[in-house]
């Protein structure tokens, strides 16, 4: 199994392998998942300071918060499952 990184803003990355959803960060039941994953420990917060504007839930249940948009993150997303497997660049 490939790694696949996906730039989720600011240098930071996260495995495209571990993700199960992305999603706004608006609706009340995403801003409960946000703040048990606070309570648990599970939050990644990678917006440096700046407004959450997607957030991303992984198959470990860690929350990563982002401060790009959820629809830039899937296209990044499914703009490096179509290159090349090329395991040279790792």
Do not use: C, W
Not at 32 to 53: C, S
């Amino acid at each position: 199994m490939d790694i696949q990184l996906i730039n989720i803003g600011f240098g930071n990355m996260v495995s495209g392998n571990r993700i199960i959803a992305i999603v706004s960060p608006d609706s009340a039941p995403i801003k409960r998942i946000i703040t048990e994953a606070r309570e648990k420990g599970l939050l990644i917060d990678a917006t440096y300071g700046r407004r959450t504007r997607s957030v991303i839930i992984t198959d470990s249940n860690h929350v990563v918060s982002s401060a790009i948009q959820p629809e830039t993150v899937a296209n990044r997303f499914l703009s490096n499952k179509e290159l090349p497997n090329n395991n040279n660049n790792l």
